[in-house]
């Protein structure tokens, strides 16, 4: 009972720091996600923010891409092709089934021209960045 209630006190506090780390790295974006997790970069150019998600075993036609309230959400599904019978794992780490990844995104972008691309099990979306001289903001002329 004790080694059960030490690996559950471990797997918790691997949770909170993995939070806590995952905090400090926050920039213009920040996400959730759910138990399938893909490996995700995040960087900025001088005209575009680019997130690319590795999503290893998923086809495109399961992946879908959604903005909403400047929240960009990633969601689709895993799905095991094993034909295996009666498996008898001694090792089990790959996760198939449902996955969702949200983030949110700056202000700085232009949402109508946003463009995504999947290629070789890597998801590529650009986002363009809002040019300085029209820096999101609505001028309101005066009569």
Not at 4 to 30: E, M, P, R
Not at 37 to 42: C, R, W, Y
Not at 74 to 79: N, Q, R
Not at 110 to 139: M, R, T, W
Request: no cysteine.
């Amino acid at each position: 009972m004790e080694n059960k209630d030490f690996l559950s006190d471990l797997k918790t506090g691997v949770k909170d720091i993995g939070k806590s780390v995952g905090g400090f790295f926050k920039d213009a974006f920040s996400g959730d996600t759910t138990d399938v997790n893909f490996p995700t970069d995040i960087y900025k150019t001088a005209e575009k923010y680019v997130i690319e998600m590795e999503l290893a075993g998923v086809i495109k036609t399961d992946v879908s891409i959604k903005i909403q309230e400047q929240t960009l959400m990633i969601s689709g599904k895993k799905v095991n092709i094993s034909e295996i019978k009666n498996e008898q794992y001694q090792q089990r780490s790959r996760r198939f089934g449902d996955f969702m990844r949200s983030f949110d995104l700056p202000l700085n972008i232009q949402l109508e021209g946003i463009k995504a691309k999947f290629d070789n099990g890597v998801l590529a979306i650009a986002f363009p960045l809002i040019s300085n001289e029209e820096d999101g903001n609505l001028k309101v002329n005066i009569e």
